[in-house]
T-cell receptor, first 114, second 112 residues
Framework: GAVVSQHPSWVICKSGTSVKIECRSL??????MFWYRQFPKQSLMLMAT?????????EQGVEKDKFLINHASLTLSTLTVTSAHPEDSSFYIC??????????FGQGTRLTVV | AQSVTQPDIHITVSEGASLELRCNYS??????LFWYVQSPGQGLQLLLK??????LVQGIKGFEAEFKRSQSSFNLRKPSVHWSDAAEYFC??????????FGAGTRLFVKA
């Protein structure tokens, strides 16, 4: 149980376009979902926290207009990287939790902007 | 501010040797503590976690960790390392069940 799925697992897009990444909790209802970014050989940095039906809370330094997060249902959150540029290339990982459990992580999405 | 420190950027051990990865945290209360492993290009796999109770926790793949409140530490150990254990290891703290912060990671190299 407690499976979190991300889609796509990797994506290549052209500079200036937008790309959407999905995070789904497959067998539980996620009250909270988190989005992380990981640069090569670095740790995971929390970007934002989203609760179903409300606006996401962004960490300091994260551009909310650049990284749009939608958590429309208890099983789905999406991260849209708008007007992507090569510096947005990174590994994005989501996690989800319910009640008082720990967060369960997706397998990540490798974004490459060319 | 809350923080997680993994003082070793990388560690090299011989196959069959014992392993200890260090983790210290800074937090006002006793947090929920985790160790994750990440293979290159992959997501995170939970090795073990500590919420409360017995301070020595057993995890998957033969790993264990010990919570020491007096030292604010949660070190990961394995008695005999296998070549397949080579990966990046992250210590993480879940602050009051709200969000998780990660240490910088320790890359484990295993030599034959």
């Amino acid at each position: 149980g407690a499976v979190v799925s991300q889609h796509p697992s990797w994506v290549i897009c052209k500079s200036g376009t937008s790309v959407k990444i999905e995070c789904r909790s497959l067998d539980f209802q996620a009250t909270t979902m988190f989005w992380y970014r990981q640069f090569p050989k670095q740790s995971l940095m929390l970007m934002a926290t989203s609760n179903e039906g409300s606006k996401a809370t962004y960490e300091q330094g994260v551009e909310k207009d650049k990284f749009l997060i939608n958590h429309a249902s208890l099983t789905l959150s999406t991260l849209t990287v708008t007007s992507a540029h090569p510096e947005d290339s990174s590994f994005y990982i989501c996690s989800a939790r319910y009640a008082n459990t720990e967060a369960f992580f997706g397998q990540g999405t490798r974004l490459t902007v060319v | 501010a809350q923080s997680v420190t993994q003082p070793d950027i990388h560690i090299t051990v011989s196959e069959g040797a014992s392993l200890e990865l260090r983790c210290n945290y800074s937090y006002g209360a006793t947090p929920y503590l985790f160790w994750y492993v990440q293979s290159p290009g992959q997501g995170l796999q939970l090795l073990l976690k500590y919420f409360s109770g017995d301070t020595l926790v057993q995890g998957i793949k033969g790993f264990e960790a010990e919570f020491k409140r007096s030292q604010s530490s949660f070190n990961l150990r394995k008695p005999s390392v296998h070549w397949s254990d080579a990966a990046e290891y992250f210590c993480a703290v879940n602050l009051g069940g709200f969000k998780t912060i990660f240490g910088a990671g320790t890359r484990l190299f295993v030599k034959a």
